[in-house]
């Protein structure tokens, strides 16, 4: 069981504090996001594509996840949960992830990159994470979810990355980003709507495909230590509430994948690579974005072009 405690504290904020009680005791429970192009040691595309360099980030991935795992259990978590959540969403190796955490890996998936996440969780990481495409001229391997497909993406009217999508959803749930870790473009670009957060910059951002890299080792310790600064400072941080209705907009890299989307009844298009749709609540509309993204992907060479091949 669990109970939710609203405090109100100063300057007339209300602060969400979850706190799980089993056998007595005090149990708090962090939900890491973890993405790759933001991880200590990347730089460009192909390091994420090609099979030997691919098996190397891999590792460097698991390890700037374990930093942040071991950096909220310093902090106070008794619980962690981790969202493999790039490409396959498969790249975290499991046999060398902190046994401390369980991880959620495998791309069917309702919630994408929150699968898993609900209201018992205290707080949510961003570990490894990136800017939104043309969100600057320099954020490292810079898109929106999906490269191949998406351009741009709007919530009630605002241009929206991956990390400030994901902190609206999670705040549905009462849950409040705590920390987010990547380039320093990707850094500036999130603390614009989260300027309270923890952050651990791991490379300076010089190209989309370019960046002063810090020594792995050195990057997880910052991460280490900022994780668990977040967790030691769970009770400052407050929920991204954002109320219904809500309305995505966005805009495919494509009219066929945009076009394709309309086969759901409640997807307007509103020009040839823009599409339109309001839900009632930030949850339903974000798995309704990833079922539009999911068509679009599918449709960038033809949703059958390979049947006969």
């Known amino acids: 069981m669990y109970i939710k405690i609203h405090l109100n504290l100063s300057n007339d904020k209300f602060f969400n504090i979850l706190i799980l009680m089993k056998k007595g005791e005090s149990l708090m429970k962090i939900f890491i996001s973890a993405d790759m192009e933001g991880i200590s040691g990347v730089a ?8 030997s360099e691919y098996q190397r980030f891999r590792k460097l991935m ?112 009462g849950v409040p980003a705590i920390f987010i870790s990547g380039d320093d473009a990707y850094v500036k670009e999130v603390k614009e709507t989260l300027p309270n957060v923890e952050e651990a910059v791991t490379k300076r951002a010089v190209d989309r ?27 400052e941080f407050t929920p991204t ?23 759901l009844p409640t997807v307007e298009l509103i020009s040839p690579t823009k599409i339109r749709f309001t839900c009632d609540d930030m949850v339903t509309a974000y798995k309704h974005m990833w079922g539009c993204v999911i068509i679009a992907m599918t449709a960038t060479n033809g949703v059958l072009g390979s049947v006969n091949s």
Do not use: W, Y
């Open 44 to 51: 460009t595309n192909q390091q994420l594509k090609t099979p």
């Open 62 to 173: 698991t390890a700037d996840v374990n930093a942040a795992i071991e950096g909220a259990f310093n902090g106070g978590a008794t619980e962690v949960v981790v969202a493999d959540g790039h490409g396959n969403m498969s790249n975290i190796i499991i046999e060398e992830l902190d046994s401390r955490a369980r991880l959620v890996s495998g791309s069917n998936r309702v919630m994408c990159q929150l699968e898993g996440l609900n209201e018992t969780f205290s707080g949510i990481m961003f570990v490894g994470h990136h800017g939104r495409e043309a969100g600057s001229d320099v954020t490292v391997i810079s898109h929106t979810l999906a490269g191949i497909c998406v351009k741009e993406m709007k919530i009630n009217g605002k241009v929206v990355g991956e990390t400030e999508m994901n902190t609206m959803v999670a705040g549905s749930f």
């Open 209 to 235: 495909f370019s960046a002063e890299l810090l020594h792995p080792e050195v990057a997880q310790t910052i991460i280490r230590e900022k994780a668990e600064k977040a967790v030691e400072r769970i009770g």
């Open 241 to 263: 509430k954002v109320n219904g209705p809500i309305t995505f907009e966005i805009d495919f890299k494509g009219p066929q994948q945009a076009k394709m989307t309309t086969t």
